[in-house]
C-alpha cells in the first residue's frame, strides 16, 4: 500500500470544537463539515466536533447530509444552499434542515413535508450583499409570511453570510450586519415569523474577531443565537490579519509520505515535466510518491515549495507530476551513508524535528487560501485518524 496518508488529529478537533464553543457562548455552535470535513473526512470531523461541544452541522449538498445520516449522526444538519425541487424528498425523509430562499423552494419544501405527512424546519437566508445565493432584503418578508403560512413548514432560522469577515479594517461586514439586523426588525414588526427561530451570521472569521477590544458593537453582537464555524475548527486562520487569534486552536491534518527512490542528477540536466528546473551541480534528487491527482499542486516546486525531510526543509524542484514529486536532496552524500535513502519519511504538512509546514504557509506560496490546500487532499490519500 502506498505509504502517502493524512494524518487527522480528531483529539485536537474536538477541542478546537470545545474552544470555540466557549467563545460562541451562549450562542449554539454550528460545525461545517462540507466538502468532507474540508478534506478531514466529513463522518470523522462530524463525530468529533459533536463531541468537542458544536450542537449542529453543516453540509453543502443533500448527499453530504445523507451520508451523516446512514453513518448514524443524529443532531441537527443544516443544508447551506437551497436544495433543488426534486431533492426535498430526501431532505424530509433523512430530517434535514434546509436553506431556502426562491418561492419555487418554499414550494417544493412544502410538498415534500405534506406528503410525509411532517413539519420541516427551514432557514431563511439573506442575502446582504455577498450576491452569491439568498433572497434579497426586500424579499425576505414575503418568504418568511410564506412559511409561516404553511402547516408543514417552520420557520428555524434566519441566517446570512458575510463576504469579507476577515478583513478586519472592511466597513462591509458591519453594512451586512446592519442590513441583516434591518431584516430581523421587520419580520419582528410585522409578525411575520410567529414563534422564535435562531439567527446566525457568524462564521470563523466574524467569531474570532468578535473577542478583540477593538470589535465594533455590532461585530461584538454577531454571534446571535448560532455560530458556523468551518476553517478555525481545523485549527487554520481564515485570514492571515486573524493568525494571532488562534489560540488555543491546533491544526487538525498532517500530510505525510516517504521518499520511494533517491538518484543523482548531474550538473546540466533537468528534470521531470517541461524540464523546467535545471541543476547546475550534481544533486541527489528524492523521488515522493504524491502528486497532484492527490492536492500537491503542479505549480509547487516552480513556485519555492519545500518539504521536509531528515527534519531539515529540501525544495521540491520541476513541475509536480500526477503521482509523483521530485525533492533537490543536495549535493551527492551517498558516499557518508547519511544522505537522504528511500523509506525516509517525508513531511508536506506538519512537523518533523524542529521543523514546521502549516497550510497557511503552502497557500501563501501559491496565492490561494489554506480551505484550498487541506479540501484539495484527493481522496485516494488515505486518511489515518487518531
Known amino acids: 500500500m502506498r505509504p502517502t496518508s493524512a494524518v487527522v488529529d480528531l483529539e485536537a478537533l474536538s477541542a478546537n470544537a470545545a474552544e470555540l464553543a466557549r467563545r460562541a457562548a451562549p450562542a449554539e455552535l454550528c460545525a461545517v463539515v462540507k466538502a468532507d470535513g474540508y478534506g478531514h473526512g466529513s463522518v470523522a470531523a462530524g463525530r468529533a466536533a459533536l463531541a468537542g461541544g458544536a450542537g449542529w452541522l453543516a453540509v453543502a449538498l443533500v448527499e453530504e447530509g445523507v451520508e451523516l445520516r446512514e453513518a448514524g449522526v443524529t443532531a441537527p444538519i443544516l443544508l447551506l444552499s437551497e436544495p433543488r425541487p426534486n431533492e426535498m424528498v430526501e431532505v424530509v425523509a433523512h430530517g434535514l434542515r434546509p436553506s431556502v430562499y426562491s418561492p419555487a423552494g418554499l414550494a417544493a419544501a412544502s410538498a415534500a413535508a405534506s406528503a410525509a405527512a411532517r413539519r420541516l424546519p427551514v432557514h431563511l437566508k439573506v442575502d446582504t450583499g455577498m450576491n452569491r445565493v439568498g433572497a434579497h432584503p426586500d424579499d425576505a418578508l414575503l418568504l418568511a409570511r410564506a ?23 472592511n466597513p462591509f461586514t458591519d453594512e451586512q450586519l446592519g442590513r441583516y439586523e434591518q431584516v430581523l426588525g421587520l419580520l419582528a414588526s410585522e409578525g411575520a415569523a410567529p414563534g422564535r427561530f435562531r439567527r446566525h451570521a457568524a462564521n470563523s472569521a466574524l467569531l474570532l474577531s468578535a473577542g478583540r477590544p477593538d470589535a465594533s458593537p455590532i461585530r461584538r453582537r454577531g454571534r446571535y443565537d448560532m455560530v458556523r464555524v468551518g476553517i478555525a475548527l481545523y485549527g487554520l486562520s481564515p485570514g492571515a490579519g486573524l493568525a494571532g487569534d488562534l489560540a488555543g486552536l491546533r491544526p487538525v491534518m498532517g500530510l505525510r509520505t516517504e521518499v520511494s527512490y ?21 544533486r541527489r534528487v528524492a523521488t515522493v510518491p504524491i502528486g497532484y491527482a492527490d492536492g500537491a499542486r503542479r505549480d509547487y516546486g516552480l513556485r519555492g515549495g519545500q518539504v ?14 500526477m503521482d509523483q514529486l521530485m525533492v533537490d536532496c543536495g549535493a551527492d552524500e551517498g558516499a ?3 544522505g537522504v535513502a528511500a ?19 503552502i497557500a501563501a506560496r501559491l496565492g490561494t487560501i489554506p480551505y484550498e490546500v487541506v479540501c484539495d487532499v484527493g481522496r485516494r490519500v488515505r486518511r489515518h485518524y487518531r
Open 336 to 338: 557518508s551513508g547519511e
Open 343 to 361: 523509506g525516509d519519511e517525508v513531511v508536506l504538512i506538519g512537523e518533523q524535528g524542529a521543523e514546521s509546514i502549516g497550510a497557511e504557509e
Open 308 to 321: 521536509l525531510i531528515r527534519g531539515r526543509r529540501r525544495a521540491v524542484v520541476g513541475s509536480v507530476t
Open 147 to 169: 412559511v409561516a403560512a404553511k402547516d408543514d413548514l417552520v420557520l428555524d432560522g434566519v441566517w446570512t453570510h458575510c463576504a469579507v469577515a476577515d478583513e478586519l479594517d
Open 262 to 282: 533517491v538518484k543523482t542528477v548531474r550538473a546540466g540536466e533537468a528534470v521531470s515535466y517541461g524540464l523546467a528546473h535545471r541543476f547546475e551541480s550534481d
